[in-house]
């Protein structure tokens, strides 16, 4: 590892709409002891003609289509610096991201993690804004139990001491869609090391369609295999997690796929998630109605779906 450089690992896959921006964002750093690797997972577009035009001030390098997390577990295989940052291919970063960030981290050894706040861009209008002040506080020192509750570590505003990750699948290549390879390597190293957070929006996260986040059912599938994961590593009950929260929280996922289920009239399914949301909450009414109303028949369920999204639109 070479002292004070910063690799920053980009994964591409048809970006070439935005990733030159990305790649520019870097360069234009006030912090200027960085090296920049574009992995180019399989992509089909011109993404790889684009980068073309920085030459050897970014290392580019292709791999066949694997999934996002062996595109940026090959980044970080071959990094060199002693830090780590993150970058997707479509997000931003404001000028001083690095340079706050490493004077944060040379600020306290304790401190293994460090993110930031971030802006939501509209991807058609450029247009800005902000979360809501002080929601990463949350999220700052050890945090793995409040981390374990969700995530709302933005992948691109992280940066990681290089000795805190595996040099080889720091990622889970199981998880294949871009989904939550980040929030199940942030859980991993909430029980090892304390996180920062710099409460300045850093990082301009790009809304568009092509976002993993907009497919719940993808993103909740992927949560609920790294929760899963993770509270099978963790000897029950422990400091971090309780038996009440644990049943929240698969309560929660379970309750979220099953009502995505009833939504798009695939009732069996839903049933069974409810089903599965009952063994943490078998006394919930709510959910002992919802379960009841998948086994009515279809004319009757699509009658009550049609019944209550009227109500919520007139309120």
């Known amino acids: 590892m070479i002292q004070n450089l910063v690799s920053v690992v980009i994964p591409c896959f048809n970006a070439s709409q935005y990733v030159v921006e990305a790649v520019e964002s870097v360069l234009a750093?006030?912090?200027?002891?960085t090296e920049v690797i574009v992995v180019d997972d399989g992509s089909t577009d011109n993404s790889g003609m684009r980068l073309k035009q920085f030459g050897t001030k970014i290392?580019?390098?292709?791999?066949?289509?694997?999934?996002?997390?062996?595109?940026?577990?090959?980044?970080v295989s071959v990094a060199n610096g002693e830090t780590i940052a993150f970058l997707d291919a479509d997000d931003l970063w404001l000028p001083g991201k690095i340079e706050s960030q490493m004077k944060l981290l040379r600020s306290n050894e304790q401190v293994g993690l460090v993110h930031c706040d971030f802006y939501f861009q509209d991807g058609?209008?450029?247009?800005?804004?902000?979360?809501?002040?002080?929601?990463?506080?949350?999220?700052?020192?050890?945090?793995?139990?409040?981390?374990?509750r969700g995530n709302q570590v933005c992948v691109s505003s992280v940066m990681v001491r290089t000795s805190c990750?595996?040099?080889?699948?720091?990622?889970?290549?199981?998880?294949?869609?871009?989904?939550?390879?980040?929030?199940d390597l942030w859980l991993s190293l909430a029980r090892s090391t304390a996180f920062?957070?710099?409460?300045?929006?850093?990082?301009?996260?790009?809304?568009?369609?092509?976002?993993?986040?907009?497919?719940?059912r993808e993103m909740l599938e992927a949560e609920l295999y790294v929760v899963s994961k993770h509270t099978q590593q963790i000897p029950l009950p422990s400091?971090?997690?309780?038996?009440?929260?644990?049943?929240?929280?698969?309560?929660?996922?379970?309750?979220?796929?099953?009502?995505?289920?009833?939504?798009?009239?695939?009732?069996?399914n839903a049933k069974s998630q409810f089903k599965k949301a009952l063994m943490y909450r078998p006394f919930d009414y709510y959910i002992w109605l919802?379960?009841?109303?998948?086994?009515?028949?279809?004319?009757?369920?699509?009658?009550?779906?049609?019944?209550?999204?009227k109500i919520t639109l007139s309120n």
């Open 124 to 148: 058609k209008t450029g247009h800005r804004t902000q979360r809501a002040r002080g929601w990463g506080t949350d999220f700052a020192g050890r945090c793995f139990d409040r981390l374990f």
């Open 29 to 33: 750093q006030t912090y200027r002891n």
């Open 59 to 75: 290392r580019y390098l292709y791999q066949s289509n694997r999934g996002l997390s062996a595109a940026r577990n090959l980044g």
């Open 290 to 309: 919802l379960r009841f109303a998948c086994e009515l028949p279809i004319g009757v369920v699509s009658a009550l779906r049609a019944a209550k999204k």
């Open 196 to 216: 920062g957070f710099i409460d300045t929006p850093l990082v301009a996260y790009r809304k568009h369609e092509g976002n993993a986040s907009n497919n719940l």
């Open 239 to 268: 400091p971090e997690i309780d038996q009440r929260m644990l049943s929240d929280r698969f309560f929660g996922m379970y309750l979220g796929l099953g009502y995505l289920e009833w939504q798009e009239g695939r009732f069996a």
């Open 165 to 183: 990750l595996p040099r080889s699948h720091a990622f889970d290549e199981q998880i294949t869609r871009p989904t939550a390879q980040d929030y």
